[in-house]
Protein backbone atom coordinates (compact mmCIF):
# COMPACT_ATOMS: atom_id res chain seq x y z
CA UNK A 1 0.00 0.00 0.00
CA UNK A 2 0.85 3.76 -0.58
CA UNK A 3 0.92 6.00 2.46
CA UNK A 4 0.62 9.82 1.53
CA UNK A 5 1.89 12.16 4.63
CA UNK A 6 1.05 16.43 3.86
CA UNK A 7 3.20 18.28 5.47
CA UNK A 8 5.75 15.62 4.86
CA UNK A 9 8.72 17.84 5.58
CA UNK A 10 7.62 18.90 8.86
CA UNK A 11 8.53 18.15 11.96
CA UNK A 12 5.92 15.44 13.05
CA UNK A 13 5.51 14.73 9.21
CA UNK A 14 9.03 13.80 8.55
CA UNK A 15 9.10 12.08 12.03
CA UNK A 16 6.05 9.94 11.15
CA UNK A 17 7.42 9.07 7.66
CA UNK A 18 10.40 7.56 9.65
CA UNK A 19 8.62 5.64 12.21
CA UNK A 20 6.09 4.17 8.75
CA UNK A 21 9.77 3.12 7.02
CA UNK A 22 10.26 1.45 11.03
CA UNK A 23 6.79 -0.25 11.05
CA UNK A 24 6.77 -1.29 7.55
CA UNK A 25 2.85 -2.36 7.71
CA UNK A 26 -0.33 -0.79 8.08
CA UNK A 27 -4.04 -1.26 8.25
CA UNK A 28 -5.21 -0.58 4.26
CA UNK A 29 -8.76 0.09 2.88
CA UNK A 30 -9.43 -3.83 2.86
CA UNK A 31 -8.83 -4.04 6.22
CA UNK A 32 -6.07 -6.22 6.19
CA UNK A 33 -2.25 -5.12 7.35
CA UNK A 34 -0.49 -4.62 4.26
CA UNK A 35 3.43 -3.73 3.78
CA UNK A 36 4.24 -0.31 2.96
CA UNK A 37 5.46 0.05 -0.59
CA UNK A 38 5.89 3.75 -1.11
CA UNK A 39 5.64 7.07 1.38
CA UNK A 40 5.00 10.24 -0.26
CA UNK A 41 5.67 13.43 1.32
CA UNK A 42 4.60 16.38 -0.26
CA UNK A 43 4.87 19.75 1.01
CA UNK A 44 5.56 23.37 0.15
CA UNK A 45 9.49 22.77 0.17
CA UNK A 46 11.74 19.07 -0.05
CA UNK A 47 11.48 16.83 2.62
CA UNK A 48 15.05 15.42 3.94
CA UNK A 49 16.66 12.33 3.76
CA UNK A 50 14.84 9.27 5.46
CA UNK A 51 16.62 5.98 6.33
CA UNK A 52 14.46 4.06 4.34
CA UNK A 53 14.14 0.12 3.30
CA UNK A 54 14.52 -1.60 0.28
CA UNK A 55 10.71 -2.40 0.46
CA UNK A 56 9.66 1.23 1.21
CA UNK A 57 10.13 3.65 -1.94
CA UNK A 58 10.39 7.51 -0.76
CA UNK A 59 8.94 9.84 -2.71
CA UNK A 60 9.61 13.55 -2.21
CA UNK A 61 7.26 15.89 -3.70
CA UNK A 62 7.41 20.36 -3.87
CA UNK A 63 3.59 21.85 -4.32
CA UNK A 64 0.82 24.02 -3.16
CA UNK A 65 -1.86 21.86 -1.16
CA UNK A 66 -4.72 24.33 -2.55
CA UNK A 67 -3.45 22.82 -6.03
CA UNK A 68 -6.50 20.36 -6.77
CA UNK A 69 -4.61 18.50 -9.72
CA UNK A 70 -1.52 18.44 -7.80
CA UNK A 71 -3.24 17.01 -4.89
CA UNK A 72 -5.16 14.50 -7.14
CA UNK A 73 -1.91 13.46 -8.79
CA UNK A 74 -0.70 12.34 -5.68
CA UNK A 75 -3.88 10.11 -4.75
CA UNK A 76 -3.54 7.66 -7.59
CA UNK A 77 -4.25 4.33 -6.36
CA UNK A 78 -7.07 2.42 -3.91
CA UNK A 79 -4.62 1.42 -1.96
CA UNK A 80 -3.87 4.19 0.28
CA UNK A 81 -3.63 5.54 3.32
CA UNK A 82 -3.51 9.55 4.18
CA UNK A 83 -1.96 11.60 6.80
CA UNK A 84 -2.93 14.81 6.20
CA UNK A 85 -0.85 17.30 8.42
CA UNK A 86 -0.25 20.48 5.93
CA UNK A 87 -1.48 23.61 7.67
CA UNK A 88 -0.98 27.01 8.74
CA UNK A 89 -0.56 27.55 12.13
CA UNK A 90 -1.91 29.86 14.50
CA UNK A 91 -0.61 32.75 14.07
CA UNK A 92 0.57 32.98 10.74
CA UNK A 93 -3.21 32.02 10.28
CA UNK A 94 -4.18 35.18 12.55
CA UNK A 95 -2.19 37.11 10.14
CA UNK A 96 -3.27 36.17 6.91
CA UNK A 97 -6.69 34.85 7.10
CA UNK A 98 -6.69 34.42 3.28
CA UNK A 99 -3.38 32.28 3.26
CA UNK A 100 -4.86 30.45 5.80
CA UNK A 101 -8.51 29.85 4.26
CA UNK A 102 -6.35 28.67 0.94
CA UNK A 103 -4.17 26.45 2.95
CA UNK A 104 -6.44 25.21 5.88
CA UNK A 105 -9.78 25.02 4.07
CA UNK A 106 -8.86 24.36 0.46
CA UNK A 107 -6.15 22.17 0.55
CA UNK A 108 -8.48 19.56 3.53
CA UNK A 109 -11.02 19.61 0.63
CA UNK A 110 -8.86 19.00 -1.77
CA UNK A 111 -6.74 16.08 -0.46
CA UNK A 112 -10.74 15.15 1.08
CA UNK A 113 -12.04 15.39 -2.89
CA UNK A 114 -9.24 13.27 -4.04
CA UNK A 115 -9.43 10.07 -1.38
CA UNK A 116 -13.64 10.39 -2.38
CA UNK A 117 -12.51 9.83 -5.95
CA UNK A 118 -10.76 6.64 -5.54
CA UNK A 119 -12.50 3.03 -4.69
CA UNK A 120 -12.88 1.25 -1.34
CA UNK A 121 -12.96 3.61 2.23
CA UNK A 122 -9.19 5.03 2.43
CA UNK A 123 -8.35 6.05 5.58
CA UNK A 124 -7.94 9.74 6.13
CA UNK A 125 -5.94 11.24 9.17
CA UNK A 126 -6.28 14.86 9.81
CA UNK A 127 -4.80 16.78 12.30
CA UNK A 128 -6.65 19.05 14.17
CA UNK A 129 -6.25 21.07 17.17
CA UNK A 130 -7.14 22.41 20.92
CA UNK A 131 -7.63 25.31 19.22
CA UNK A 132 -11.21 24.48 18.05
CA UNK A 133 -12.31 25.40 21.54
CA UNK A 134 -12.74 28.80 23.25
CA UNK A 135 -15.00 31.93 23.48
CA UNK A 136 -16.72 33.01 26.73
CA UNK A 137 -19.03 29.94 27.49
CA UNK A 138 -15.92 27.18 27.04
CA UNK A 139 -15.92 25.58 30.29
CA UNK A 140 -12.29 25.36 32.50
CA UNK A 141 -12.25 21.42 31.41
CA UNK A 142 -12.92 20.83 27.90
CA UNK A 143 -13.52 17.56 26.46
CA UNK A 144 -14.60 16.03 22.73
CA UNK A 145 -18.38 16.36 23.31
CA UNK A 146 -17.76 20.34 24.39
CA UNK A 147 -18.99 22.62 22.25
CA UNK A 148 -16.48 24.54 19.64
CA UNK A 149 -16.18 28.19 19.86
CA UNK A 150 -12.71 28.64 18.36
CA UNK A 151 -11.21 32.17 18.47
CA UNK A 152 -8.93 32.33 15.77
CA UNK A 153 -9.28 31.69 12.10
CA UNK A 154 -6.84 28.88 12.72
CA UNK A 155 -8.96 27.12 14.55
CA UNK A 156 -11.81 27.65 12.69
CA UNK A 157 -10.29 26.42 9.77
CA UNK A 158 -9.87 23.41 11.66
CA UNK A 159 -13.36 23.07 13.10
CA UNK A 160 -14.89 22.94 9.74
CA UNK A 161 -12.30 20.46 8.47
CA UNK A 162 -13.24 18.45 11.91
CA UNK A 163 -16.87 18.46 10.28
CA UNK A 164 -15.95 17.67 6.94
CA UNK A 165 -14.52 14.92 8.07
CA UNK A 166 -17.32 13.62 9.56
CA UNK A 167 -19.79 14.07 6.61
CA UNK A 168 -17.30 12.60 3.95
CA UNK A 169 -17.28 9.37 6.76
CA UNK A 170 -20.67 9.33 7.47
CA UNK A 171 -20.96 9.21 3.44
CA UNK A 172 -19.23 6.41 2.44
CA UNK A 173 -16.75 8.68 1.30
CA UNK A 174 -13.63 7.47 2.61
CA UNK A 175 -12.97 6.40 6.37
CA UNK A 176 -11.85 9.72 8.31
CA UNK A 177 -10.51 10.17 11.41
CA UNK A 178 -9.18 13.59 13.21
CA UNK A 179 -6.16 14.21 15.76
CA UNK A 180 -7.28 17.17 18.16
CA UNK A 181 -4.24 17.73 19.24
CA UNK A 182 -2.02 19.53 22.09
CA UNK A 183 0.88 22.06 21.68
CA UNK A 184 3.64 19.52 20.44
CA UNK A 185 7.06 19.73 22.38
CA UNK A 186 9.35 19.97 21.13
CA UNK A 187 10.41 21.24 17.98
CA UNK A 188 13.74 21.43 17.05
CA UNK A 189 15.24 24.45 14.75
CA UNK A 190 13.77 27.39 14.52
CA UNK A 191 10.50 29.63 15.78
CA UNK A 192 7.52 29.07 13.21
CA UNK A 193 5.12 31.01 13.07
CA UNK A 194 2.92 29.57 16.02
CA UNK A 195 1.43 31.41 18.85
CA UNK A 196 2.65 28.46 20.77
CA UNK A 197 5.99 28.40 19.42
CA UNK A 198 7.59 29.71 22.64
CA UNK A 199 6.38 26.51 24.09
CA UNK A 200 9.24 24.38 22.44
CA UNK A 201 11.74 28.10 22.57
CA UNK A 202 11.47 27.72 26.49
CA UNK A 203 13.12 24.36 26.02
CA UNK A 204 15.15 24.31 23.03
CA UNK A 205 16.91 28.16 22.85
CA UNK A 206 18.15 27.37 26.84
CA UNK A 207 19.58 24.05 25.73
CA UNK A 208 21.52 25.50 23.25
CA UNK A 209 23.34 28.19 24.95
CA UNK A 210 20.83 30.69 23.39
CA UNK A 211 19.15 33.59 25.86
CA UNK A 212 15.64 33.75 25.12
CA UNK A 213 12.71 36.29 25.75
CA UNK A 214 9.34 34.11 27.01
CA UNK A 215 6.19 36.05 25.70
CA UNK A 216 3.72 35.18 28.11
CA UNK A 217 3.48 35.45 31.67
CA UNK A 218 5.11 32.90 34.08
CA UNK A 219 1.18 32.02 34.80
CA UNK A 220 0.25 31.16 31.63
CA UNK A 221 -1.08 27.09 30.83
CA UNK A 222 -0.69 25.09 28.35
CA UNK A 223 -1.89 21.91 27.16
CA UNK A 224 1.25 19.93 25.70
CA UNK A 225 2.62 16.42 24.65
CA UNK A 226 5.81 15.44 23.45
CA UNK A 227 6.95 14.59 19.72
CA UNK A 228 7.26 10.62 19.98
CA UNK A 229 3.62 10.26 21.49
CA UNK A 230 2.19 12.49 19.30
CA UNK A 231 3.70 10.22 16.40
CA UNK A 232 2.84 6.65 18.23
CA UNK A 233 -0.73 8.85 18.73
CA UNK A 234 -1.12 9.62 15.01
CA UNK A 235 -0.54 5.66 13.92
CA UNK A 236 -2.61 4.62 16.63
CA UNK A 237 -5.59 6.68 15.30
CA UNK A 238 -5.04 5.38 11.70
CA UNK A 239 -4.95 1.90 13.44
CA UNK A 240 -8.08 1.79 15.51
CA UNK A 241 -11.30 0.49 13.85
CA UNK A 242 -13.94 2.82 13.00
CA UNK A 243 -16.06 1.19 14.80
CA UNK A 244 -14.62 2.38 18.15
CA UNK A 245 -14.43 6.21 16.98
CA UNK A 246 -17.80 6.32 16.19
CA UNK A 247 -19.97 9.14 14.42
CA UNK A 248 -17.75 11.77 16.04
CA UNK A 249 -14.40 11.25 14.13
CA UNK A 250 -12.41 13.84 16.25
CA UNK A 251 -10.66 12.72 19.85
CA UNK A 252 -8.33 14.65 21.85
CA UNK A 253 -5.05 12.91 21.38
CA UNK A 254 -3.28 12.62 25.41
CA UNK A 255 -1.81 15.52 26.83
CA UNK A 256 -1.14 17.24 30.43
CA UNK A 257 -1.34 20.55 31.46
CA UNK A 258 1.83 22.63 32.37
CA UNK A 259 2.45 26.11 33.07
CA UNK A 260 4.86 28.57 31.72
CA UNK A 261 6.65 28.34 35.06
CA UNK A 262 6.37 24.67 34.88
CA UNK A 263 8.66 24.27 31.95
CA UNK A 264 11.21 26.60 33.16
CA UNK A 265 11.36 24.73 36.32
CA UNK A 266 11.64 20.57 34.04
CA UNK A 267 14.12 22.48 31.74
CA UNK A 268 16.68 23.46 34.96
CA UNK A 269 15.82 19.85 36.68
CA UNK A 270 16.84 18.36 33.46
CA UNK A 271 19.58 19.83 32.34
CA UNK A 272 21.77 19.42 35.38
CA UNK A 273 25.32 20.71 34.39
CA UNK A 274 24.29 22.18 31.72
CA UNK A 275 25.53 25.83 30.93
CA UNK A 276 21.76 26.99 29.89
CA UNK A 277 20.80 30.57 27.96
CA UNK A 278 19.00 33.20 29.58
CA UNK A 279 15.09 33.38 30.11
CA UNK A 280 13.67 36.50 30.89
CA UNK A 281 10.23 37.27 30.60
CA UNK A 282 8.70 39.88 27.84
CA UNK A 283 4.79 39.06 27.48
CA UNK A 284 3.86 39.96 23.70
CA UNK A 285 0.45 41.23 23.66
CA UNK A 286 -0.18 39.19 20.23
CA UNK A 287 0.68 35.87 21.76
CA UNK A 288 -0.72 36.08 25.52
CA UNK A 289 -4.30 37.38 23.49
CA UNK A 290 -4.14 34.33 21.42
CA UNK A 291 -3.01 31.87 24.39
CA UNK A 292 -6.50 33.34 26.19
CA UNK A 293 -8.56 32.21 24.01
CA UNK A 294 -7.14 28.43 24.33
CA UNK A 295 -8.74 25.96 27.24
CA UNK A 296 -7.01 26.11 30.17
CA UNK A 297 -7.38 21.82 30.84
CA UNK A 298 -8.42 19.20 28.78
CA UNK A 299 -9.87 15.73 29.93
CA UNK A 300 -8.67 12.93 27.40
CA UNK A 301 -11.74 10.71 28.23
CA UNK A 302 -11.96 8.38 24.71
CA UNK A 303 -8.38 8.33 24.15
CA UNK A 304 -7.36 6.72 27.44
CA UNK A 305 -10.31 4.33 26.64
CA UNK A 306 -9.14 3.26 23.18
CA UNK A 307 -5.39 2.69 24.73
CA UNK A 308 -3.54 6.24 23.22
CA UNK A 309 -0.27 6.44 24.16
CA UNK A 310 1.27 9.56 26.19
CA UNK A 311 4.70 10.58 27.91
CA UNK A 312 5.14 10.87 31.33
CA UNK A 313 5.30 14.24 31.71
CA UNK A 314 8.38 17.22 30.54
CA UNK A 315 11.52 15.50 32.44
CA UNK A 316 10.57 12.36 30.03
CA UNK A 317 9.81 14.75 26.84
CA UNK A 318 13.02 17.01 27.92
CA UNK A 319 15.24 13.90 28.04
CA UNK A 320 14.71 12.45 24.93
CA UNK A 321 14.62 15.92 22.93
CA UNK A 322 18.21 16.41 24.18
CA UNK A 323 19.32 12.78 23.32
CA UNK A 324 17.80 12.78 19.52
CA UNK A 325 18.52 16.67 19.35
CA UNK A 326 21.24 18.03 21.50
CA UNK A 327 23.25 15.16 22.33
CA UNK A 328 26.71 15.80 25.02
Not at 253 to 280: E, F, N, P, W
Request: net charge negative.
Amino acid sequence: MKVLITGGAGFIGFRLAQKLVERKVLTAPSGQIEPIDEIVLFDVGQAGEIDQSDSIKITRVAGDISDRATVSGLVDRDDMSIFHLASVVSGGGEKDFDLAVRVNLDGAMNVFEAARSRSGLQRVVMASSIAVFGGPHMPEVVGDTVKQGPQTTYGVTKAIGELLVNDYTRKGFFDGRCARLPTVIIRPGKPNAAASSFVSGVFREPLNGVDFKLPVPVETVMQVVGYRAIVDGLIHLHETDGSQIGVDRALMLRGYTVSAQDMIDALQRVAGDRKLGKITVEPDPFIVAICKTWPRDASYKRAEALGFPCDSGLDEVIAYFIEDYVGD
